[in-house]
């Protein structure tokens, strides 16, 4: 299956601070990606969907201030936790669908990446 | 919202004893995904059902996706403790996935 890594896996940071977090297709193009969120023992909440070289579109009760996305190119997508505060700890985890030639629904996941704020 | 149902929300079994988790919505789907994940990992895409009355099998487990496309269940046969994580249905829409709240599956050996 095609493979998306996510880095940085763990990171812990004071709070006010902003953590950005790297999602990238390594053997695919995606052009879509997703952004979920897993509290411990929770399922996952979809965040927000991007497609390469447009705006993200973000669910309901997201604030897209505080979580910027950015899709750059078809491999890559980020994660900004702007003004990060300890409400915000979290597994972010990350998704990409799409591929050239043969274009998917299928959503491949990332690691996570395990956010504390302090 | 659209939102599918997973029940049961815990199962623990004795290895070798058979596995059942259920997802239910109340409108129609237009495919269920299944997805495992694994105690500090993350989900690993399993199998979809996009059709009516669909049976797809994986070794020992086995889907099934409703004749009315309404629920869908995972059936895993002879549990193994390598079994051990959380079960997610998910339901495709316009591209997007909606997760059911998971199984968490836990077998004793």
């Known amino acids: 299956g095609a493979v998306v890594s996510q880095h940085p896996s763990r990171v812990i940071c004071k709070s006010g601070t902003s953590v950005k977090i790297e999602c990238r297709s390594l053997d695919f193009q995606a052009t879509t990606m997703f952004w979920y969120r897993q509290f411990p023992k929770q399922s996952l909440m979809l965040m927000a969907t991007s497609n390469e070289g447009s705006k993200a579109t973000y669910e309901q009760g997201v604030e897209k201030d505080k979580f910027l996305i950015n899709h750059a190119s078809l491999t890559l997508s980020t994660l900004t936790v702007t003004s990060a505060h300890p409400e915000d700890s979290s597994f972010y985890i990350c998704?990409?669908?799409?591929?050239?030639?043969?274009?998917?629904?299928?959503?491949?996941f990332g690691p996570g990446t395990r956010l504390t704020v302090l | 919202g659209q939102q599918v149902m997973q029940i049961p929300q815990y199962q623990h079994v004795q290895e070798g004893e058979d596995f059942t988790t259920y997802c239910n919505s109340s409108t129609t789907l237009s495919n269920i995904q299944w997805y495992k994940q694994r105690p500090g990992g993350h989900p690993v895409f399993l199998i979809q059902l996009v059709k009516s009355g669909e049976v797809k099998k994986q070794k020992r487990l086995t889907f099934q996706f409703g004749e009315a496309k309404k629920n869908s269940s995972l059936h895993i046969t002879a549990t193994q403790t390598t079994d051990v994580g959380t079960y997610f249905c998910?339901?495709?829409?316009?591209?997007?996935?909606?997760f059911g709240k998971g199984t968490k599956l836990s077998v004793k050996p």
């Open positions: 998704s990409a669908s799409g591929g050239r030639p043969k274009p998917t629904d299928t959503q491949y």
């Open positions: 998910a339901q495709g829409s316009q591209g997007n996935l909606i």
